[in-house]
């Protein structure tokens, strides 16, 4: 352990285990997350594990447990809250083991948890976390880290007055009249019953400060993963996205550059992939067809995929997916994104789909649109209604040259409609048929509503330059027709950016056709 020694010298006992007592054992729990220049950028923690930590590799043979890029990738950006979204056996469930295993017998009075989604997932990491213990040295095994109870998936060292437990998302009860100050949950996508129930309860155990870890590979577009994905920022979790090609292994002979599509070129240009790696997405493609974007995730967004018959051209939608740009600056933790500020001389409006404003449910969404050149300029969805919501609005269509404002009128839209106008002022608001024929705002009818959406949908066909939001998109990709031949989001899903903007092509089409506006 001799760069363990050469960054604190105090560490010296690590090269005797006999000197490793609690006490050692505590001080190398309060330096795990530094990051010594000694370490080239590692943690101590990682250091740690590779010198203390034993896995089994997929050959069989007892291998230290050294950061892959995928790990290393994660450590740099861990933090408090985590989410992780990756494509299959990228070593994550591994090294959160070993993360919390080394926090467990080096941080008196923790109790980590990890939660896999079957008893036989449960059973596997409880034998990668019992290894670890298993090749500790003799010394650690019958001094300081001595057990006191090794089965039924339960660690305990009475000495550390700490444990190391491991259950399935089917035990309902998983959690109950614990403080846990380490949660790994493992393939939430594949959770059985109610996750979104079970989860509760899990968070409802963690101690204040604790670090969690929600892992999985995709499942389909909803349920609580997908949601807990979707709302990271909301909550203040680091989102951790891993793609197929960071796994060294993921490789096949190589491909004739000669034969590569011009997907394929594409993809090697925006990611610098090798053609051992094109070889291999073709084989997994031709293996796991319509579900190898699931499996061996690319993007964020299309390995998710939709259930149900997709209201839009799900061709078109993937391939602006594919190249749609980030955002150019953001407000309010991400809730309003802007990819093109105003100009001076330019016409816009904002179209709004309004909602309750409760932290759960719906979105309140709006849409700014170039009104001549029909360019989605910025996007704002977040859980806002009533007056905050009518301020808003109006501020952003202020800071748009003054835009046209189309506020949907149905339900909650009314009364964010008269506030706008009694209390916020806002004077260039949108009349549908004109101020003479019609009220203020946009009446969305069973009539009027598949024709906004034909509308939506032939616009990302023709112009798909024109939408710039990824998360606008992923919605078009979930918007399914129903069994009993609705439309609208795929359980699990939210539609209230496909809304605003279905609001703001067909308010832009009746201003554009006729002028008449309020």
Not at 23 to 49: C, H, K, N, Q, Y
Not at 509 to 516: F, Q, V
Request: proline letters at 4%; aromatic letters at 8%; glycine letters at 10%.
């Amino acid at each position: 352990m001799t760069e363990l020694s050469c960054a604190f010298p105090s560490a010296a006992a690590v090269l005797d285990p006999a000197q490793l007592d609690r006490a050692e054992l505590e001080r190398f729990g309060g330096i795990l997350d530094t990051r010594p220049s000694r370490l080239g950028g590692r943690t101590v923690a990682a250091a740690l594990a590779a010198q203390l930590l034993l896995v089994r590799n997929r050959e069989g043979w007892t291998t230290p447990l050294k950061a892959n890029a995928v790990q290393r990738a994660f450590e740099l950006r861990r933090s408090q809250r985590n989410i992780v979204l990756k494509a299959r056996q990228m070593g994550l469930t591994t090294w959160a083991a070993g993360r919390f295993f080394l926090k467990t017998i080096t941080r008196p009075g923790t109790l980590t948890l990890e939660v896999a989604h079957t008893q036989e997932a449960a059973e596997e990491i409880f034998r990668i976390v019992h290894r670890f213990v298993d090749w500790l040295p003799e010394e650690l095994r019958k001094g300081p880290l001595k057990t006191s109870r090794s089965n039924v998936r339960q660690l305990v060292f009475p000495r550390m007055d700490s444990q190391y437990r491991v259950v399935s998302a089917g035990d309902r009860n998983a959690g109950r009249g614990l403080t846990v100050q380490n949660l790994h949950v493992s393939e939430l996508a594949r959770w059985p019953g109610d996750p979104a129930e079970t989860l509760a309860g899990l968070r409802a155990a963690l101690a204040p400060g604790a670090e969690t870890i929600l892992e999985s590979t995709p499942g389909g577009a909803g349920g609580c993963f997908y949601e807990e994905w979707q709302k990271a920022d909301e909550t203040g979790t680091v989102r951790h996205f891993f793609p197929w090609w960071m796994e060294r292994r993921y490789r096949g002979r190589p491909a004739d550059a000669a034969t590569l599509t011009e997907e394929e070129r594409e993809l090697r240009a925006r990611h610098g992939l090798d053609l051992r790696q094109i070889a291999f997405r073709r084989q997994i493609r031709a293996s796991f067809c319509g579900l190898a974007r699931q499996e061996y995730a690319e993007d964020e967004e299309s390995c998710f995929l939709a259930s149900g018959e997709s209201v839009f051209e799900l061709q078109a939608v993937e391939a602006r997916l594919g190249s749609a740009l980030p955002a150019s600056s953001s407000r309010r933790n991400g809730e309003l994104e802007i990819w093109l500020p105003p100009l001076a001389g330019r016409d816009y409006l904002v179209a709004v789909d309004p909602a309750g404003g409760g932290s759960e449910g719906d979105y309140s969404a709006a849409q700014v649109v170039d009104l001549a050149a029909g360019l989605q300029c910025a996007e704002f969805a977040g859980h806002v209604g009533g007056l905050e919501l009518a301020r808003l609005i109006a501020d952003l269509a202020l800071e748009y040259n003054g835009a046209w404002l189309v506020v949907e009128r149905n339900n909650h839209g009314s009364g964010v409609l008269a506030l706008t106008e009694s209390v916020v002022k806002y004077g260039r608001i949108f009349c549908q048929g004109g101020r003479q024929a019609g009220q203020p705002g946009w009446l969305t009818t069973s009539v009027s509503r598949p024709a906004m959406l034909s509308r939506l949908n032939a616009a990302l066909v023709e112009q798909p330059g024109c939408f710039q939001s990824r998360r606008l998109l992923a919605e078009c990709r979930t918007f399914v027709r129903q069994p009993d031949g609705r439309t609208g989001a795929q359980a699990g899903t939210h539609d209230d950016r496909v809304m605003a903007m279905a609001i703001a092509l067909a308010a832009r089409a009746e201003i554009l056709a006729s002028g008449r506006s309020c």
